[in-house]
């Protein structure tokens, strides 16, 4: 095996411990009704693959929760910001469709969040999912699409959604 296969599989596979332990440190969060996490393809995120998560919450999730995205980036990652289109779907049938420029550098190209190693982790908190009263489903959709004009958007490790209440706060 050649060396940068071996270095690949090493990145590789420290990646996905890291994504691992900073699962079970989330999900572990007092409050957290909902945390997945999508890992992208070594090659890049694609601009024509939408990120999904779907589910239904426990019926006794109150009718208001918070959600935050979760990146996880190298410093590899090529820009400052990184536009998102997030769609949102509740089981109220409203459809929300909203758009994000988050910043992940300041202007002299510092990544903002933490870091260890070549990695950056850095949250970013989205508008509250409202669920109709006396609905106990509450099932939601979100899809979210980089607005970057890369076919292949490279430096993104994983990206992930957290649904929490204000037990929290």
């Known amino acids: 095996m050649t060396s940068m296969k071996r270095k690949t599989l090493r990145t590789a596979a420290i990646s996905a411990v890291l994504s691992g332990l900073i699962l079970s440190v989330i999900s572990c969060q ?3 009704s909902y945390h997945h996490s999508t890992v992208f393809k070594e ?3 694609d ?3 939408a990120v999904c998560f779907s ?5 006794n999730t109150p009718d208001r929760v918070h959600l935050e995205l979760n990146l996880r980036h190298s410093n590899n990652y090529p820009y400052q910001n990184l536009w998102l289109y997030i769609q ?4 109220d049938s ?17 990544w903002l969040g933490s870091g260890w190693g070549s990695f950056y ?22 899809e979210i699409s980089h607005g970057l004009r890369d076919s292949l958007l490279t430096g993104l490790a994983d990206l992930g959604l957290r ?6 706060e």
């Not at 949102?88 to 089981?91: K, L, Q, R």
């Not at 909203?98 to 190209?109: Q, R």
């Open 43 to 45: 090659k890049g995120w």
């Open 121 to 142: 982790n850095i949250s970013y908190r989205l508008p509250d999912l409202f669920f109709p009263e006396n609905d106990s489903s509450h099932w939601f959709r979100i």
């Open 94 to 110: 409203l459809i929300r469709n909203d758009s994000v420029n988050w910043i992940l550098a300041n202007p002299n190209g510092r």
């Open 163 to 168: 649904i929490y209440t204000d037990t929290e």
């Open 88 to 91: 949102t779907a509740t089981s």
């Open 30 to 32: 007092k409050g957290t």
């Open 47 to 49: 601009m024509n693959d």
């Open 55 to 59: 589910d239904s919450l426990p019926s």
